[in-house]
T-cell receptor, first 114, second 120 residues
Framework: AQTVTQSQPEMSVQEAETVTLSCTYD???????LFWYKQPPSRQMILVIR??????QNATENRFSVNFQKAAKSFSLKISDSQLGDAAMYFC???????????FGTGTRLTIIP | GAVVSQHPSWVICKSGTSVKIECRSL??????MFWYRQFPKQSLMLMAT?????????EQGVEKDKFLINHASLTLSTLTVTSAHPEDSSFYIC????????????????FGPGTRLTVL
């Protein structure tokens, strides 16, 4: 079974600075997707960024980028120019290609310091 | 596009009663919907996969007779918590998958806003 591990229960960053959230996963599959989801206090899950395992290029979405290391099974999220609205729980998630189930990590609570 | 609603957003019920939670995809058709449970300060745990027109597939450890799932149409899935007890109090989240490929290039799951259930 696939597992997703987030080793940082909490992180904090100064506003406008950069922060990196860590995620590792375990799978025997070669084709899969990885995701970072944001859950603000409203608890609405919001997709931040997605990475296809077959793509070597790291995904980027505006201030959000990932460092995908397939061999190391590592998938970190970098948030640049942190904003107050970035404060939330961040969940790393995994799904096999062709399988719809999402496996979530335990989450990292990100606090933005004004 | 890609809006998923849940109703109710919160519900309080007495122990022993049943509660129904609705999950609707408002602007797309979803043959597959998922139900998650989230305890305070914890992650989302998949409870079951709901397939339109067929029986739901439950994850290991989830009681199918307690958590009844019905997916009668391409836009609606319901989760009924039967004979609810205080330990069933939790945040329940659904997601819907767009298979048309219009909203996303892959089978992206779109999440509802969740339902907070409190059983007294």
């Amino acid at each position: 079974a696939q597992t997703v591990t987030q080793s940082q229960p909490e992180m904090s960053v100064q506003e406008a600075e950069t922060v990196t959230l860590s995620c590792t996963y375990d799978t025997s599959e070669s084709d899969y997707y990885l995701f970072w989801y944001k859950q603000p206090p409203s608890r609405q899950m919001i997709l931040v960024i997605r990475q296809e395992a077959y793509k070597q290029q790291n995904a980027t979405e505006n201030r959000f980028s990932v460092n995908f290391q397939k061999a190391a099974k590592s998938f970190s999220l970098k948030i640049s120019d942190s904003q107050l609205g970035d404060a939330a729980m961040y969940f790393c998630a995994y799904t096999n290609f062709g399988n719809e189930k999402l496996t979530f990590g335990t989450g990292t609570r990100l606090t933005i310091i004004p | 596009g890609a809006v998923v609603s849940q109703h109710p957003s919160w519900v309080i019920c007495k122990s022993g009663t049943s509660v129904k939670i609705e999950c609707r995809s408002l602007d797309f058709q979803a043959t597959t919907m998922f139900w998650y449970r989230q305890f305070p300060k914890q992650s989302l745990m998949l409870m079951a996969t709901s397939n339109e027109g067929s029986k739901a597939t439950y994850e290991q450890g989830v009681e199918k007779d307690k958590f009844l799932i019905n997916h009668a149409s391409l836009t609606l899935s319901t989760l009924t918590v039967t004979s609810a007890h205080p330990e069933d109090s939790s945040f329940y989240i659904c997601s819907a998958e767009d298979l048309s490929g219009v909203l996303s290039s892959y089978n992206e799951q779109f999440f509802g806003p969740g339902t907070r259930l409190t059983v007294l």
